[in-house]
Nanobody
């Protein structure tokens, strides 16, 4: 069993910052790509940022220069630093990870979601 537990969401004013964390635990042999998705009300879930096991990153255009994804492999944790937040960043943010177990099988796991609201 593998769990992804997110933290760090909340209410913030426009222009503010938040840092999301997602820690993986359980029967983990190796963690490959990790990422953050978000889903706003009435919209489809979208990939916000991703990071490979080697540290290569990618972002959707709307967050480039404002968000930074990083990971601590020793802690099995991925972070999303969000600066200069805008109301359109309001969404539920989900952590995702591609994890290999000791059975040599890879699975895709999701966190429970953490709500981010940007409003004055």
């Amino acid at each position: 069993q593998v769990q992804l537990v997110e933290s760090g969401g909340g209410l913030v004013q426009p222009g503010g910052s938040l840092r999301l964390s997602c820690a993986a635990s359980g029967s983990i042999f190796s963690i490959y790509a990790m990422g953050w998705y978000r889903q706003a009300p009435g919209k489809q879930r979208e990939l916000v940022a991703g990071i490979t096991s080697g540290g290569s990153t990618n972002y959707i255009d709307s967050v480039k220069g404002r968000f930074t994804i990083s990971r601590d492999n020793a802690k099995n944790t991925v972070y999303l630093q969000m600066n200069s937040l805008k109301p359109e960043d309001t969404a539920v943010y989900y952590c995702n990870a591609d994890i290999g177990g000791y059975d040599d099988v890879r699975h895709d796991y999701w966190g429970q979601g953490t709500e981010v609201t940007v409003s004055s």
